[in-house]
């Protein structure tokens, strides 16, 4: 009766580890997230094999809520998430349909149903990831026909769990709204992951991270520099985290050009191709605004 | 009668489970699923409705089999047929295709003759169903 499981097996066999691993490897920082997520795959571990032993009742609920400021990694994550859950063979398909507000709501009456439900049938079998999801419900204005896309979400995560995972993601405070005034969504969804702010040393190692896939490098007067940028960006209003870093980043590949440009005569080799150097970070309008004041 | 038409017709009737793997492997393939139903069952009618839209950015069957029980309960008297277009350079036509509802009674087909010039005689068949009129032809 008593037949022996052999977890690491099963782990191994589901090739979780190597998702996780790669998780830790390309995602920086985000410790609650990856832990978070680690939980959630033991858990479907379990519940697969508990399934297999004819022990579970209902599917687990899987629908989840992912809140956290711009460029914190919650579309990134998602896409992980969909390849877990795949892997562990919870969602058939294991693709990720990510959606907004205007492929979900329509523009006139009647138009709203039908396109909500073309895109929960693309999304079937797989993860359906609504970015900026407060978006669908407009308070301000009662006959919004966010309400209706709202009304059939709902009905679709109870009744097709096993088809079809919803992801909501969004910033925390909006979410927050969101979640009071549409209870439903609240109680349908099992797994509230929250992303924290990253911190200078992150963002300086996503920095590096975000180079290297690039084949660009910093010298070490840049990357001085840029640690100096990151700290004062950070103060800055509309800072999104990752995203700037992104942003700041291409800005510096600009400057680098324009400057390797600016001097044709001189011949250049690789590794000057390839390096930033500090001016390519110090010009930047950060900084010169710092001068000015 | 029971009509045989497309795929499998001579098959006893698909199972759902049956016609969600022969949906899948459409998918798979990258054809565009169609629901297409009629109440006229001739062989030479190729103007069956359309149901909803074609379905070619799905990757899996459960969206097919929503719509198709979205039909089947708006026409289950009717005749409803799945048909898989494949929208590949050259060949630009439909794959497959075959019956997944019929109606509970079939009542099959008159063979008419017709006299023609001289003793020549030409053939028709007619669905006994047609004799009524679009809409009210089954149940």
């Given at each position: 009766m008593?037949?022996a499981?052999?977890?690491?097996?099963?782990?191994?066999?589901?090739?979780?580890?190597e998702?996780?691993?790669?998780?830790d490897?390309?995602?920086?920082?985000?410790?609650?997230?990856?832990?978070?997520?680690?939980?959630?795959?033991?858990?479907?571990?379990?519940?697969?094999?508990?399934?297999?032993?004819?022990l579970?009742?209902?599917?687990?609920?899987?629908?989840?809520?992912?809140?956290?400021?711009?460029?914190?990694g919650?579309?990134?994550?998602?896409l992980?998430?969909?390849?877990?859950?795949?892997?562990?063979?919870?969602?058939?398909?294991?693709?990720?349909?990510?959606?907004?507000?205007?492929?979900?709501?329509?523009?006139?009456?009647?138009?709203?149903?039908?396109?909500?439900?073309?895109?929960?049938?693309?999304?079937?079998?797989?993860?359906?990831?609504i970015?900026?999801?407060?978006?669908?419900?407009?308070?301000?204005?009662?006959r919004?026909?966010?309400?209706?896309?709202?009304?059939?979400l709902?009905?679709?995560?109870?009744?097709?769990?096993?088809d079809?995972?919803?992801?909501?993601?969004?910033?925390?405070?909006?979410?927050?709204?969101?979640?009071?005034?549409?209870?439903?969504?609240?109680?349908?969804?099992?797994?509230?992951?929250?992303?924290?702010?990253?911190?200078?040393?992150?963002?300086?190692?996503?920095?590096?991270?975000m180079?290297?896939?690039q084949?660009?490098?910093?010298?070490?007067?840049?990357?001085?520099a840029?640690?100096?940028?990151?700290?004062k960006?950070?103060?800055?209003?509309?800072?999104?985290?990752?995203?700037?870093?992104?942003?700041?980043?291409?800005?510096?590949?600009?400057?680098?050009?324009?400057?390797?440009?600016?001097?044709?005569?001189?011949?250049?080799?690789?590794?000057?191709?390839?390096?930033?150097?500090?001016p390519?970070?110090?010009?930047?309008?950060?900084?010169?605004?710092?001068?000015?004041? | 009668?029971?009509?045989?038409?497309g795929?499998?017709?001579?098959?006893?009737?698909?199972?759902?489970?049956?016609?969600?793997?022969?949906?899948?492997?459409?998918?798979?393939?990258?054809?565009?699923?169609?629901?297409?139903?009629?109440?006229?069952?001739?062989p030479?009618?190729?103007?069956?409705d359309?149901?909803?839209?074609?379905?070619?950015?799905?990757?899996?069957?459960a969206?097919?089999?929503?719509?198709?029980?979205?039909?089947?309960?708006?026409?289950?008297?009717?005749?409803?047929?799945?048909?898989?277009f494949?929208?590949s350079?050259?060949?630009?036509?439909?794959?497959?295709?075959?019956i997944?509802?019929?109606?509970?009674?079939e009542?099959?087909?008159?063979?008419?003759r017709r006299?023609?010039?001289?003793?020549?005689i030409?053939?028709?068949?007619?669905?006994?169903?047609?004799?009524?009129p679009?809409?009210?032809?089954?149940?």
């Amino acid at each position: 009766m008593d037949e022996a499981i052999d977890l690491r097996q099963e782990f191994e066999g589901a090739g979780i580890g190597e998702v996780l691993e790669k998780l830790d490897r390309e995602l920086i920082g985000l410790a609650p997230v990856k832990s978070r997520i680690r939980e959630i795959a033991s858990l479907l571990l379990i519940e697969r094999v508990r399934s297999r032993l004819a022990l579970t009742g209902q599917p687990p609920s899987l629908h989840m809520s992912f809140t956290g400021n711009p460029g914190t990694g919650k579309t990134t994550v998602a896409l992980r998430m969909a390849d877990i859950l795949h892997r562990l063979g919870f969602v058939r398909r294991g693709h990720l349909v990510a959606v907004t507000r205007d492929d979900l709501v329509g523009q006139y009456i009647g138009h709203t149903a039908p396109k909500t439900k073309e895109v929960i049938k693309r999304a079937m079998g797989g993860v359906l990831f609504i970015d900026e999801a407060y978006y669908l419900y407009r308070p301000e204005n009662e006959r919004d026909y966010g309400q209706e896309a709202i009304e059939i979400l709902l009905q679709i995560m109870e009744n097709q769990r096993d088809d079809l995972v919803v992801i909501l993601a969004g910033y925390g405070d909006r979410m927050e709204t969101f979640f009071t005034s549409n209870p439903g969504f609240r109680s349908r969804i099992a797994h509230h992951v929250d992303f924290p702010d990253y911190g200078e040393a992150e963002l300086l190692q996503i920095a590096d991270l975000m180079l290297e896939q690039q084949n660009y490098r910093f010298n070490p007067a840049a990357r001085d520099a840029f640690a100096r940028y990151i700290a004062k960006r950070r103060a800055q209003p509309h800072f999104s985290n990752a995203r700037s870093i992104r942003n700041a980043l291409d800005r510096a590949r600009l400057r680098q050009a324009n400057r390797l440009v600016a001097d044709l005569d001189r011949k250049v080799t690789a590794s000057d191709i390839m390096t930033i150097d500090a001016p390519d970070i110090l010009s930047s309008r950060v900084f010169a605004e710092e001068k000015s004041a | 009668m029971r009509i045989t038409q497309g795929c499998f017709s001579f098959l006893p009737d698909l199972t759902d489970e049956q016609i969600r793997t022969q949906v899948q492997y459409c998918l798979d393939r990258g054809y565009g699923v169609n629901i297409e139903f009629t109440d006229d069952p001739h062989p030479r009618n190729t103007y069956w409705d359309l149901w909803g839209l074609p379905m070619f950015d799905l990757k899996d069957a459960a969206g097919v089999m929503s719509e198709l029980a979205a039909c089947r309960k708006a026409y289950g008297d009717r005749y409803i047929r799945i048909s898989a277009f494949d929208s590949s350079h050259g060949w630009e036509s439909v794959t497959l295709s075959f019956i997944v509802n019929r109606p509970a009674e079939e009542p099959g087909f008159a063979l008419e003759r017709r006299e023609s010039d001289g003793r020549t005689i030409r053939y028709a068949t007619r669905a006994y169903s047609a004799d009524r009129p679009e809409g009210s032809r089954y149940g």
